[in-house]
């Protein structure tokens, strides 16, 4: 008799595609703090493991969790549920440090 393992799946967005074979996606969510039932918004993120190399910045995907393929990554990518438009893009590209070197 066969025994089907459990794991666990996260939908999450991607917010930097730039490693070989490798995304980093963020997870989002929502808990209520302890003492002063105030809801705190807190993330969380991942280095999954796109072997297709098919995600981009800013894609919404399902990334399930696998054997470890190295030190860091403990997940795969399962499907892309949503491209991301060029306005997701932009926002979530990085600012230049503008700060270095300014100084008098």
């Known amino acids: ?3 089907k393992t459990f794991r666990r799946t996260r939908v ?3 917010v930097a595609d730039k490693s070989s074979q490798t ?3 963020q997870i989002e969510g929502i808990v209520q703090h302890p003492k002063y039932k105030k809801y705190i918004k ?3 993120t991942f280095m999954v493991h796109d072997a297709e190399e098919q995600c981009k910045l800013g894609d919404l995907v399902r990334i399930e969790e696998c054997r470890p393929i190295s030190k860091l990554k403990k997940w795969v990518v ?3 549920i949503e491209r991301a438009d060029e306005k997701i893009k932009d926002s979530m590209k990085e600012a230049p440090d503008d700060s270095a070197g300014n100084e008098p």
């Open 78 to 80: 399962r499907e892309v």
């Open 12 to 14: 999450g967005r991607v």
């Open 1 to 3: 008799m066969e025994t």
């Open 42 to 44: 807190r993330s969380r």
């Open 23 to 25: 995304i980093k996606v």
